[in-house]
């Protein structure tokens, strides 16, 4: 009988505001799922090693002000009482705003600062509830902002009026930028920093498209979404480019970098100028989840398991985005098996079930380079979205040269055939499929927490790292 070897593929759903505001980590649990298969097929099951988390992210987040990265401390920055905007991310990223924010309201108060706001960078993306409001910034913060006269906004980007004008970046995207964010002289954004799909969230991002209008938010977006050097890593790709140009246009003063484990709980905050103190946390982030890519040893893989982890949320559109940190390892062809249980999500404004969104995907079924073609087009003439097309296309894009089968709860299959999406309750059915397509000699790779892994030799932190375009013959 041939070796066998077990893996354990997490299999989690957790709202990320409960993770941000949790103090109890047995909140946060960890479902996993298991999978034996024989062990000639392994090329490799990458698991990063994650450090320790901070003791207190409130002691964390004060060390952080007092010790930048770079450039001035925080009480520096804001000293004779200037006014200040406080960019924070929204209810579906998972930075503990609740334990950090008190730091900064400290300084504040020793500043003697009287014009102060707190603005949510939600895009384009619906606004907190009062409930959200409350779970993500906290009852005892909201009750000092009142105190200290501190409003809250959250950014609403079709209402042009509540915008200014700021100019055009070098790349063609036109700012307008958020009025309470704009007519404050120290701008301080407080999010998550992590690669992506996108290159790199957290930091200018939350300028871009946090709290600009929606014309500033589709141009970048459509132009830039589907560039080759826009990919996991990618933090000098034009797309994350662009978005740190245009933030320190709109004059983003100074960043405050969580970086979360996949628990959710802070390995590291990192406070400083931007952009140098994102770059920083990127930097930091990437050694610890970023992995020697076992391609150049064994060539590509023929099948690719992923796993989600709580901090990445109930829906697939979120969960979703280790198809395109997986897609560089799996030859074109091969199968990529996503493990996410997707539960949905219950909102003030309605109920969105695990494969929200992702129905936007529909009318271009099957995915087919003809068909992204017409993908292209629509996000072209801004028929597509790209607030939402900024996720759900490259994962569409992916569709088309390698297929995906999600292992999800029962309740998502019917909405995923009727997208047209492979789905399964199964991880041995999945498994045992591809395996029967792939023959004897199949190589499998295991990415247990994909959505944060990315092969080394896909980090480009500069514009000058990118590689070369490819010209394409005329035919």
Request: overall charge negative; glycine content about 8%; aromatic content about 8%.
């Amino acid at each position: 009988m041939s070796d066998l070897y077990t893996t354990i593929i997490p299999y989690e759903s957790l709202d990320p505001l409960t993770i941000g505001a949790a103090d109890d980590d047995e909140l946060v649990y960890r479902d996993t799922l298991e999978l034996t298969f024989p062990a000639k097929h392994l090329m490799a099951d990458i698991r990063p090693d994650e450090p320790e988390p901070v003791g207190s992210t409130l002691d964390a987040a004060r060390h952080a002000l007092r010790n930048p990265q770079s450039g001035p401390t925080f009480a520096e920055l804001i000293a004779g009482g200037k006014s200040v905007a406080i960019v924070i991310d929204n209810q579906f990223r998972p930075t503990p705003q609740s334990k950090i924010l008190p730091a900064i309201f400290d300084e504040l108060e020793a500043a003697g600062t009287t014009d102060a706001v707190v603005v949510c960078a939600n895009g384009k993306v619906f606004p907190m509830s009062d409930s959200d409001i409350e779970q993500k910034l906290g009852r005892a913060n909201l009750d000092r902002m009142e105190r200290l006269g501190i409003p809250f906004f959250q950014n609403d980007p079709r209402e042009t009026d509540r915008y200014s004008f700021v100019g055009i970046t070098s790349r063609g995207t036109p700012l307008w930028l958020h009025n309470e964010v704009a007519k404050r002289e120290v701008k301080i954004t407080i999010g998550q920093a992590q690669s992506n799909h996108w290159g790199a969230g957290g930091g200018g991002k939350l300028i871009l498209p946090g709290v600009v209008s929606d014309e500033s938010i589709e141009s970048n977006h459509a132009a830039f979404v589907t560039s080759p050097q826009t990919h996991y890593g990618a933090l000098g790709g034009p797309m994350r480019a662009d978005i740190d140009e245009a933030a320190t246009m709109c004059g983003l003063t100074c960043t405050l970098n969580a970086i979360l484990d996949t628990r959710g709980r802070a390995i590291e905050l990192i406070f400083g100028r931007h952009p140098e103190a994102h770059r920083a946390a990127i930097t930091r982030f990437n050694e610890i989840y970023a992995y020697e890519n076992p391609v150049p040893a064994h060539g590509q893989a023929d099948i690719v398991i992923c796993g989600v982890f709580a901090p990445t949320d109930h829906l697939f559109f979120h969960t979703g985005w280790g198809c395109m940190s997986a897609d560089p390892i799996l030859k074109d062809g091969g199968s990529l098996i996503y493990c996410s249980p997707s539960p949905g999500v219950h909102t003030a404004i309605g109920d969105f079930p695990g494969l929200a969104l992702m129905d936007l995907m529909k009318p271009y079924m099957p995915p087919t380079p003809a068909n992204y073609e017409r993908v292209l087009r629509d996000i072209h003439s801004r028929t597509i979205q790209m607030w939402a097309g900024c996720i759900w296309v490259p994962i569409y894009e992916v569709m088309t040269r390698k297929h995906l089968t999600m292992v999800t709860l029962e309740e998502n299959l019917a909405m995923a055939a009727d997208i047209g999406m492979d789905a399964t309750t199964s991880l041995q059915e999945a498994f045992d499929a591809a395996l029967a397509l792939h023959g004897p000699d199949a190589k499998v790779v295991i990415l247990p927490f994909a959505r944060y892994q990315l092969a080394r030799n896909m980090i480009r932190m500069s514009v000058e790292d990118a590689p070369p375009v490819t010209v394409v013959e005329a035919v």
